[in-house]
């Protein structure tokens, strides 16, 4: 986890509203974010962040699901209807019914309890650019050690080219051109043969032994339960 930064932020660093009750988790997410160039204002609950939305702009709300009082859901789905603030929902919740609860309050996108710090990261940067509009534009996909040049359809792997078949380079270059966006199975499917989605899943499990340093535990290709797979990058 990185250190915080002894040096004063730029103006322009984003900033990020972290809102959670917990004391702890929100002195760690405030010292790592800090430490990664974010700015970060902490509140307790949905009352505080309310009362610091009204004095202050956000580019990112970092929101616990259960707290005392109003909800996290309930916080989300009223943020997105009066202001167009990324939201990243932070959860002790695994089940399939609470994050689709989310993602149809609106959320951006959901972290589990007890998260990766890493992992976190790349999330909440992936969400900021795609707010920015600005992944369309990339040449390079840096995932790791790991770039993927998407004109060129190449892999490396510290500067040594890493073998892709025909498959895993036009699935590479699907997801590049839309990192940290959910893509579903079928859509990834190069057919209509019965199976064929199944298929799906043993390529992006022989494209993650090829671009994570653990692929069974995936920190950049993720699975998305019920949609399908997303890619993040740094």
């Known amino acids: 986890m990185s250190q915080p930064r002894s040096e004063p932020l730029p103006d322009n660093a984003p900033h990020i509203l972290v809102v959670d009750d917990d004391q702890k988790i929100r002195a760690l997410l405030g010292r790592f974010l800090s430490g990664n160039g974010f700015r970060v204002t902490e509140a307790a609950d949905a009352a505080s962040a309310r009362a610091y939305m009204r004095g202050l702009t956000f580019d990112l709300v970092l ?10 859901l309930s916080l989300a789905r009223d943020l997105k209807e009066t202001r167009p603030v990324p939201i990243c929902m932070l959860t002790a ?16 996108d959901y972290v589990s309890k007890p998260f990766e710090p890493r992992e976190l990261l790349l999330r909440v ?50 997801f590049a051109q839309r990192i940290g966006i959910a893509i579903p199975r079928h859509e990834l499917s190069n057919d209509d043969s019965t199976g064929s989605e199944r298929a799906i899943d043993v390529q992006i499990n022989r494209l993650r032994r090829k671009i994570e340093a653990d692929p069974s535990n995936p920190v950049y290709l ?3 339960r019920g949609k399908g797979y997303i890619l993040y990058s740094d």
Request: net charge negative; glycine share 10%; hydrophobic share 35%.
């Open 222 to 224: 993720q699975t998305v």
């Open 93 to 108: 919740l695994a089940e399939t019914e609470d994050r689709i609860c989310g993602l149809e309050a609106g959320v951006d």
């Open 63 to 72: 929101l616990d699901v259960m707290m005392p009082g109003e909800s996290g």
């Open 125 to 174: 940067r992936n969400i900021l650019r795609r707010g920015a509009g600005v992944t369309a534009c990339r040449d390079d996909v840096r995932m790791g050690s790991c770039v993927f040049n998407i004109a060129r359809g190449e892999l490396k792997q510290d500067d040594e080219t890493i073998k892709l078949t025909e498959r895993e380079r036009d699935l590479l270059r699907l």
